[in-house]
């Protein structure tokens, strides 16, 4: 073996121990190239349009996936009038999704897109924040938790709108439910990825009876479109996003705007919502040129 033909051999072992040091092969570490850069998230309207739409964006020359984080949007948090306790729902268009992981969800997770699955209210008055009792909210934490075994998901997304608590009969937000919750969860499931979509009662109440569980959440993301806003959690920057945008409806300069804030100010999530079928890598351009310095481009596999 010549001089070269070591070398290579060499190069091709240290590849082959890396892969499994990780758990990956070399082969799969090369065809899901890794980029550098903030995370960036994809919130998707399933009742209207399909998650793998996140998986058909890449960058330019080879850079790797533009979206790090598929957000099934939405599943709900319901009420029970008989039994008087919350359960966890799924409308016809996530029970789908949910039905057909094989071919919605895990082609994502095939090339290295971690897929969340987000908990809304739904009009009901059961809520993240107004469980009565630590047992109530370790009820609901198992639901959630056995959704994402169930399914092979990545992790539960809270989003505390849309409530309307008192209805039915509920009760008010109080202190410790969301805290009783989220450690109820995390224990569950050490790890999984928890988000926190930083809007309403429960974004507000992370601390009760001397538990903190702000550190229990992998990730806290502003609510608000084409705004800036730090949320209010004690998050390292690497798993804040300030900057939020709507896809096509947040303009390419506010997009672009705030892509280049995150990365100046060194927080490491970019959050977007409302990805569909269309075409979008042009909008998509704006951000990513900031982000990571090169372009979209959409594919269709």
């Not at 429960?202 to 569980?213: E, H, K, N, Q, T």
Request: charged share 10%.
């Amino acid at each position: 073996m010549g001089k070269l033909g070591r070398i290579t051999a060499l190069l091709a072992g240290a590849a082959l121990v890396a892969g499994m040091m990780t758990g990956t092969s070399a082969a799969s570490t090369a065809a899901a190239p890794r980029k550098t850069g903030p995370i960036s998230v994809a919130y998707v309207e399933v009742n209207n349009n399909s998650m793998l739409n996140v998986g058909k964006y890449a960058l330019a020359q080879g850079g790797g996936n533009v979206f790090d984080i598929g957000v099934i949007f939405a599943a709900n948090i319901n009420y029970n009038t008989t039994t008087k306790s919350a359960y966890l729902y799924f409308n016809p268009n996530v029970q789908n999704v949910l039905d057909n992981v094989s071919t919605q969800v895990r082609p994502l997770q095939a090339k290295g897109i971690k897929v969340m699955l987000s908990i809304l209210g739904n009009h009901q008055g059961a809520g993240f924040a107004n469980f009565p009792s630590q047992q109530a909210a370790a009820a609901f934490a198992k639901q959630l938790s056995d959704a994402v075994t169930k399914y092979g998901l990545d992790g539960i997304d809270f989003d505390d709108e849309y409530t309307e608590y008192g209805n039915n009969g509920t009760g008010q937000p109080n202190a410790s439910s969301f805290v009783h919750l989220v450690s109820a969860l995390r224990a569950a499931m050490p790890t999984k990825l928890i988000s926190l979509y930083n809007i309403g009662p429960s974004a507000s109440r992370l601390s009760y009876g001397g538990v903190d569980i702000s550190s229990k959440f992998n990730y806290a993301w502003n609510p608000y479109y084409g705004t800036w806003g730090v949320p209010n959690i004690a998050l390292p920057k690497s798993g804040l996003s300030p900057a939020a945008v709507q896809i096509a409806a947040t303009s390419t300069s506010t997009a672009a705007s705030l892509a280049q804030r995150t990365v100046s100010e060194g927080y490491g999530v970019f959050l977007t919502y409302d990805l569909g079928a269309a075409d979008a890598h042009t909008y998509i351009s704006s951000f990513t040129k900031p982000l990571y310095g090169k372009d979209a481009v959409y594919t269709n596999n």
